[in-house]
């Protein structure tokens, strides 16, 4: 019976954060948007947002989350892949979970108006791109390329500067171009041929 329970708590919490993402997005602002407006828009009571969320901020963080983060069925599904393929597919993943967000995230990333969620949305991604590096770093050493700091640094920067990008600017047309492009840049980067 857990089971149960706990998938219709997720599913509520999915719901409240749909609700925030969509007000965020129609409204254009975080401050005017409130815990009623947000109760209302996902047809709950506040007990029910309350049981799952401290307040709006903690809400805006957890959404911020979700569209950054690289579920586990993600990764399982490219574990096998070669590496190539694997950051590609992971790297399309975010970038169009991004732009699917784009009303919301350019809200919420504009220049100085909500630093500190600016600085938190760099946090999580730049957290978000090392555990991908660390899920590829076992295929890059197949590959006889060590992963140190610096390596990370670099592949990290790079990812990162094309998602602010794609959030900011939106996807190309041809979204597998462009990730085989950047995908190619981090081989070529790194002098490892991408079979």
């Not at 997005?25 to 407006?37: L, N, P, Q, Y």
């Not at 892949?81 to 009303?103: P, Q």
């Not at 991908?132 to 890059?140: D, K, P, Q």
Request: hydrophobic share 45%; with cysteine.
């Amino acid at each position: 019976m857990e089971p149960l329970l706990s998938t219709a708590f997720d599913k509520t919490s999915d719901g409240i954060k749909r609700a925030l993402i969509e007000l965020i997005s129609r409204e254009r602002s975080f401050e005017t948007v409130s815990i009623t407006d947000i109760c209302r828009e996902a047809g709950i009571h506040r007990s029910t947002f309350y049981a799952h969320f401290s307040d709006k901020f903690e809400l805006l963080s957890m959404c911020l989350l979700d569209i950054i983060s690289i579920p586990e069925r993600v990764t399982g599904k490219y574990a096998d892949a070669v590496l190539y393929d694997r950051i590609f597919n992971l790297m399309k993943f975010v970038a169009a979970n991004c732009t699917a967000h784009k009303s919301f995230l350019l809200v919420i990333l504009e220049d100085g108006k909500y630093p500190a969620y600016y600085s938190q949305f760099v946090k999580t991604l730049e957290a978000q791109i090392g555990q991908l590096l660390g899920l590829l770093s076992v295929s890059f050493r197949q590959k006889g390329v060590l992963i140190d700091d610096n390596c990370v640094v670099f592949l990290g920067s790079a990812l990162f500067g094309a998602l602010l990008h794609w959030t900011k600017s939106g996807l190309p047309q041809d979204l597998d171009s462009y990730c085989a492009s950047i995908t190619g840049y981090v081989f070529s980067t790194l002098g490892i041929p991408p079979g």
